[in-house]
């Protein structure tokens, strides 16, 4: 007897043995029924030609598929360690989940990190602390040309769009929001009904022009301006490429369209909704910085920027080309690493392509100062921030403020099923699905959210203070160590910063070579 066919045999004969019992004893129809199910399935798993395991195995060969389907929840909760990070560790977690339920913090018998290992990093604290009056740090945005500048919290909402994540969740944050006075951006995915609950909104417009296209799919100033002069609107976001997947449309399948989805998007009802991979409103530097100005004028002088993972350096490069040559800079820039992650992509795209926020904060942040327009504009930056460490480390290497998406879903209690592109979210964030929703209180969790926001910002002021300084412009790549190899090393060794001008001067021979030769080959009149 071969393995083949030794479980279907088993179900027949106890089939059998189950029919001889309920023949004599009147009993045992229950286990007559299950045997007779088993038989069945044996038949079919013998008879179907797709899997070669359940030909051969038949009937017990689908515990491999039960164990696949339940081995993420299998090493969530019984294999991973504490600190092991996939791609959020468990303790990364629970900070979050603690925060939000202002729950304790605090962490006893030390730490759990490994000291020794390449890349730990800490903070510098000082023999003289220092005390400050507030933790609500905020920052001015706005260049310039921007008449209405906005007053941002420094810890803010990332890109979440309507249809990526719930109706509930959208309310949730915007709640939160309003409640904590930081904002929620958009994502591309427009403006809902559930954004408008009082948050401050960065209206992001992706290649899909969702909110502001004309029936063709191309951008509308008339709808653009019916939109972005709203009050809760405080600033227009312009996504060139996310984290996720730069360089890489995106489509939201027709059964996922729903009538609110379609209304928020201005497209039609359960029809495919597909976000091309580049614009259509601009196709070189000097047209993007035209177009940044005109939705400036269009919004009644609101603060307007760009957000992008940076790819070619040169295309990059060609960007600051263009500010100086038209004279037109956006009044912020938001660098999304590659780290970001909320949105499904292909796994090449989330493993192999895109920087990663701490490479390309260094890179953008020296090359507006190696152009002197650093001070016209401002940096945000988001990509695996959940702590008030994560906020330091970015600030020192030049970002003047930091978003975060999946901190602010585990304030919503996002476990990391991992099931954000199935519309089956167990806790009811990343899917559609009415029933899933139902167990997301609104009123809890903006409470979550707003408490999250606070108490992150609470451990950013107690570190600030731990070294000494008086607000965050203080924070430099000088107070923060890594250990490399046998030696440590301080930001600013391993990132150094350019001499004010030194692009405009020529003065770049201590820059590495891939520098010089893309700022040579970056063209102001094309993304080459």
Known sequence: MNQRNMALYLAVFFMGLSLINLAVTGSGLFT????????????????????????NYPIIGHLRYLFEYIRPEIRQYFIESNTE??????????????????????????????????????????????????????ISIGGPACQNPYHAS????????????????????????????????????GISPYHLKGGDLVWEIGSGYFGCRDESGLFSKEKFSSIAT??????????????AKPGHGGILPGKKVSNEIAKARDVKPFEDCISPAKHQAFSNPIELLQFIQELRDISNGKPVGIKLCIGKINEWFSIVKAMLKAGITPDFIVIDGAEGGTGAAPLE?????????????????????????????????????????????????GADWCNSARGFMFSLGCIQSMSCHTDKCPTGIATQDPLRQEGLSITDKEERVFHYHQNTLIALK??????????LS???????????????????????TLEPGSLLTGKVSSLPSWWRLNWEKASEEQFL
């Open 349 to 397: 795209f989330i493993d192999h392509v895109g920087m990663s926020v701490r490479d390309a904060i260094h890179l953008v942040h020296n090359s507006l100062i190696g152009v002197q327009l650093r001070d016209r504009i401002k940096l945000g930056c988001a990509g695996k921030v959940i702590s008030a460490f994560d906020i330091c480390y970015m600030l020192a290497l």
């Open 474 to 496: 203080e924070i430099t790549k000088d107070l923060i160590f890594e250990k490399n190899g046998d030696s440590v090393q301080s930001l600013n060794e391993k990132y150094p």
């Open 85 to 138: 990070s996939t791609p959020f560790s468990r303790n990364q977690r629970s900070l979050v989940y603690q925060r939000s339920k202002e729950q304790i913090d605090k962490v006893p018998f030390g730490s759990q990190l490994d000291f020794k290992k390449d890349g730990y990093a800490w903070l510098t604290h000082s023999l003289k602390p220092s005390s400050l009056s507030t933790h609500d740090f905020r």
């Open 32 to 55: 007559l029924i299950l045997f007779l199910g088993l038989s069945f399935v044996g038949f079919y798993d013998i008879t179907q030609e797709k899997k070669a395991i359940l030909k």
């Open 230 to 243: 709203l009050d809760e609107v405080k600033m227009v976001e312009i996504k060139l490429s996310q984290g």
């Open 154 to 189: 420094v810890f803010n909402i990332s890109a979440l769009s309507f249809g990526a994540i719930s109706s509930k969740a959208i309310e949730s944050l915007n709640r939160g929001a309003a409640k904590g006075h930081f904002y929620q951006d958009t994502g591309e995915g």
């Open 462 to 471: 107690e570190l600030i203070e731990a070294s000494g300084l008086t607000s």
